[in-house]
């Protein structure tokens, strides 16, 4: 008996080597989680840092003159009259109230008048007319207001526009930054909580600064409402057929095996489904929350459905048994006892089937949501056939400008999305958690 | 009196109908429920049915068909000479518009209802001011054309709503008819109410039907006007709008597998390994708080993903990698659009993965481990091998996620046709294309937009196709250990 002598204790290489391999294996799992959370967690910093300043902007305040000379020439405040008098009437009032400023400051700068005009966005003389048609008697007064700053001037406040980049940049000089930074001392130019972001309508191109998401909260909020009213019903509808009512047949096959592929078919492809059938047959029109609401439907559907089939399943036979055995019908059964016991699994599932619409982009672009669209849709029902944009659209078309300031903006808009998405899925889980019963 | 009203009446007749069958059913039981067959109410529900039902049916029915009478009624009274196809159906649009333009000008009260029907002269200028654009100068016969159709319109209108609530209101009486203590309604509302149920599940077999057709009928067309062989085999992807286009559809497939390849390749080894570690190794704390962040990667629409692409990782690649290396100079490029789409089908491929590893049965892992094999030697030579077939088959359904994909590419892979090894190069997948022919001003008989349907049925099957295999040898695997 020769065999060499061994004990578990003793370590041999080939031991080693079967050990080194187990945490190689090991480690090569955590780095696996590790790289997900932390693209994760970059994904996140680097759409926070690029969009936190979207909910910040820079105002400027100034006391205008409204000379009557200008704005009401005839000295009856007509409104017809007045509204003769355009924005080009109103620009060189700012200008002309910037410059006083800046004399009253006691500030030497040897910038020219439209260049002293351009610290101010575009969008002001616009804000200046309405507010003096609203209040036709304050023409011959001087009035504090709070204009926008232009969008450059934004991007210097926010770090974005340095007196660098500004040598080479042909809407802004260096000088003009030094004039800010004498307005920022006097206390004229301040940043403050951005409210407009959320509630003003979208902007031109030339305009970042008075961008905002009014239109497209508004068009994603109808777009939900339809989507919410059309299938909720016809999935919960669906699944109870499917679950409590067919019969084992190649019908219902059919029917299963449709709502599988539907699940997977690319969204792009419900796009073509909406144009085709919704816009070019039957004649619905462009932009308008209905056709977007109906394409996210088809597309919610059968994540309602399988969720809803899910609950279904899991109410125990015990009950539908008990009830058909005191005389209920099968319809009562199901409507009178099932379903309630059901519900807080379908509002969940429902809720994270709408969170996936409110996300959803690609099949929106097709059915021209993509338009610039300025004005409010109205109140629905009516407003539903307005154009309108969405949110996630918005973004994208955000991304298709040219102005450095859009890319904020459009990152400012990704994290009102996510905050929705976030509210809507923390919303799904305390359902769960408070409403779920374990049988 | 618009449809909408008209529905209100429906509605507000089968509520009367309600009361009334509900109460007519009480007097015939002589005030007893006992005496009843069903509960008092569904002999309500039953006369509401009664009233609605059929009346619906009608009032759809009618909606569809009266436009298209219409339609050739006015067609009659349309000069013989103009009946060519294309012209004949602008000439139809041109009368519709000018009829609409007429309806908002009554609407607005710039013109009497009589004076529409007998106005002529300019009437662009006086529509104009009603704020309706008109196109080019109009024709004297497309104006009478237009009255004839308001006028047809009209009487159609008036007809409908007296046949509608003319039947709205035999079925109520019907309705209350049949209603008496021995009348089974239940049985006949449940049969209604199961109707709807199967109504509903139908309209997912509507759908699909509804996506093949409509593309179906498109690229019929598309194929009618430029040759199918081009379109599968040509190299060469060049739309041109003034015709003489090149669209070979090869470039934007060659774009969307390398996209997909690289996509997956992130994805797969990263996915599966979360999921190996997270079913074999991870304690139950662990897991709990990992599992939902990593699923957090499943729910960002890919619209941030898109903006990531565009923001961070393409500026970042092209300044550390492909100038440096001499690679290229595009931020834009399939690396770019490549490692956003793996990253997100990470938690696609490792939820998948993870019910699959769960289901090999914990009696093979204690046979490989009562044999003295270690725990990853375990997962590398009997877990793994055993849940093969279903591994594979959500890498297959990951990479249709990753062909169908739209929004990471578009922002992420630029634009330009072509089919080129370099990765850090811009190129463009048949999912952006489809956006770009299908955006903006289109014009539906040019092949250059109906391309856009051929490019979409190719996608559809494409990815039907895939997950067709998946879903068959994931379920052969399930059933095998079941």
């Known amino acids: 008996m020769s065999r060499p002598r061994t004990s578990l204790f003793d370590i041999t290489p080939r031991t080693r080597r079967r050990n080194a391999a187990e945490k190689r294996f090991r480690a090569y799992g955590i780095a696996a989680i590790s790289i997900a959370i932390a693209v994760l967690a970059m994904l996140l910093v680097s759409i926070v840092s690029s969009g936190a300043g979207a909910f910040r902007q820079t ?86 207001f709070e204009f926008l700053a232009s969008g450059r001037i934004d991007g210097y406040m926010k770090g974005r526009v340095t007196y660098e980049s500004a040598e080479k940049d042909g809407k802004i000089s260096p000088e003009q930054l030094r004039l800010v930074d004498a307005l920022v001392a006097d206390g004229a130019v301040v940043k403050r909580f951005n409210w407009a972001f959320l509630t003003s309508p979208d902007a031109s191109g030339q305009r970042p600064e008075s961008a905002g998401l009014g239109v497209a909260i508004l068009g994603s909020l109808y777009m939900m409402l339809v989507v919410l009213l059309l299938a909720l019903p016809i999935g919960v509808a669906a699944s109870i057929y499917l679950e409590e009512f067919a019969k084992q047949n190649r019908w219902t096959d059919l029917i299963e095996v449709n709502i599988a592929n539907l699940a997977a078919v690319p969204s792009i492809v419900f796009g073509i489904l ?32 399988i969720s809803t089939r899910a609950a279904l399943k899991a109410v125990p036979p015990s009950i539908r048994e008990a009830a058909l055995g005191v005389g209920a019908s099968k319809m009562q059964t199901v409507f009178h006892h099932v379903l309630p016991l059901a519900a807080p699994g379908i509002l969940t599932g429902t809720i994270i089937g709408l969170a996936q619409a409110l996300g959803e982009t690609a099949p929106l672009l097709l059915i021209g949501m993509v338009a610039f669209v300025k004005e409010f849709p109205d109140a629905p029902p009516e407003g539903l056939f307005d154009p309108a944009s969405a949110l996630p659209v918005q973004v994208y078309n955000w991304t298709q400008r040219a102005d450095p300031g859009f890319v904020e903006r459009a990152s400012g808009a990704i994290i009102t999305l996510l905050l929705f998405l976030v509210i809507m899925n923390v919303a799904a889980v305390l359902l769960r958690r408070r409403f779920e019963r374990r049988w | ?181 021995d009348f089974r309604a239940r049985n006949t ?99 709990t708080f990992v599992k939902p962040l990593i699923e957090v990667l499943a729910g960002i629409p890919t619209i941030v993903y898109g903006l990531f692409a565009l923001l961070t990782v393409g500026p970042m690649l092209r300044d550390y990698f492909a100038q440096p290396m001499g690679l290229g100079e595009s931020a834009s490029s399939v690396m770019t659009a490549g490692l956003v789409m ?81 990765p850090f190069e811009a190129m463009t997948t048949v999912t952006v294309k489809i956006v770009s022919q299908l955006t903006g001003d289109t014009d539906f008989a040019a092949p250059e937009t109906l391309v856009a349907f051929a490019l979409g049925l190719t996608l559809f099957v494409i990815t039907l196709g895939l997950n067709v295999i998946a879903l068959v040898i994931v379920r052969k695997y399930r059933e095998q250990y079941e």
């Not at chain 2, 109460?23 to 009233?51: D, E």
């Not at chain 2, 890498?395 to 330009?416: N, P, Q, W």
Request: charged letters at 15%; a positive charge.
């Open chain 2, 342 to 422: 793996g990253v997100m089908l990470i938690p696609f491929v490792s939820s998948l993965s993870d019910d699959i590893i769960n289901a090999v049965p914990q009696a093979m892992r204690d046979g490989s481990l009562a044999l003295g094999s270690t725990h990853s030697e375990t997962i590398r030579k009997v877990v793994l091998p055993a849940a093969l077939p279903g591994v594979v088959g959500a890498v297959l359904l990951a990479a249709s996620r990753a062909i169908g994909e739209t929004m990471i590419v578009v922002m992420g892979a630029g634009a330009a046709a072509k089919m080129d090894l370099n």
């Open chain 1, 274 to 305: 909406g144009l085709a059938i919704f816009i070019n047959f039957a004649g619905l029109p462009q932009s308008a929350p209905i056709v977007g609401g109906l394409v996210l439907t088809l597309m919610t559907l059968p994540t309602i459905i």
């Open chain 1, 59 to 144: 105002y400027i305040t100034l006391d205008v003159d409204l000379p009557e000379a200008k704005l009401d020439k005839s000295g009856t405040r007509d409104i017809a009259v007045m509204k003769k008098v355009s924005t080009f009437g109103y620009a060189p009032l700012i200008t002309k109230a910037l410059m006083a400023k800046i004399e009253q400051m006691g500030f030497e700068t040897p910038l020219k008048k439209k260049e002293i005009g351009g610290l101010v966005s575009k969008a002001a003389a616009a804000q200046l007319r309405d507010y003096v048609l609203a209040h036709p008697d304050v023409v011959g007064t001087t009035q504090k």
């Open chain 2, 1 to 181: 009196m618009s449809t909408f009203s008209i529905l209100i009446i429906l509605f507000a007749l089968a509520a009367i109908g309600y009361i009334l069958g509900r109460g007519r059913a009480m007097k015939s039981a002589g005030g007893s429920i006992r005496a009843l067959h069903s509960l008092p109410h569904y002999y309500g529900w039953n006369v509401a049915l009664f009233t609605l039902v059929p009346a619906l049916a009608l009032l759809a029915l009618w909606l569809v068909v009266q436009p298209a009478w219409i339609d050739a009624q006015v067609a009659k009274s349309l000069p013989q000479g103009a009946l060519e196809d294309g012209a004949y159906s602008l000439m139809v649009s041109d009368v519709r518009r000018l009829a609409e333009g007429l309806d908002t000008a009554v609407a607005k009260g710039m013109i009497t209802p009589d004076a529409a029907n007998t106005i002529n002269g300019d009437i662009r200028a006086q529509l104009g001011a009603a704020g309706v654009a008109l196109g080019a100068e109009v024709k004297p016969e497309i104006l009478v054309a237009a009255q004839e159709m308001r006028r047809l319109g009209q009487a159609g209108d008036m007809w409908r709503n007296v046949a509608v609530i003319a039947l709205a209101v035999l079925g109520l009486l019907f309705g209350l008819h049949l209603t008496n203590r």
């Open chain 2, 189 to 287: 509302v449940e049969r209604a109410v199961l109707a709807l149920l199967i109504g509903a599940a139908m309209i997912a077999i509507l759908t699909t039907l509804g996506i093949v057709l409509s593309m179906l009928f498109e690229t019929r067309h598309f194929f009618a006007q430029y040759p199918a062989f081009d379109f599968f085999f040509s190299t060469k992807w060049a739309p041109n709008f003034r015709g003489g286009s090149d669209l070979g559809i090869l470039p934007l497939l060659w774009g969307t597998l390398y996209i997909s390849f690289i996509a997956l390749l992130v994805a797969v080894p990263i996915g599966l390994f979360a999921a190996i570690y997270m079913s074999e190794y991870a304690g139950p704390r662990a897991r």
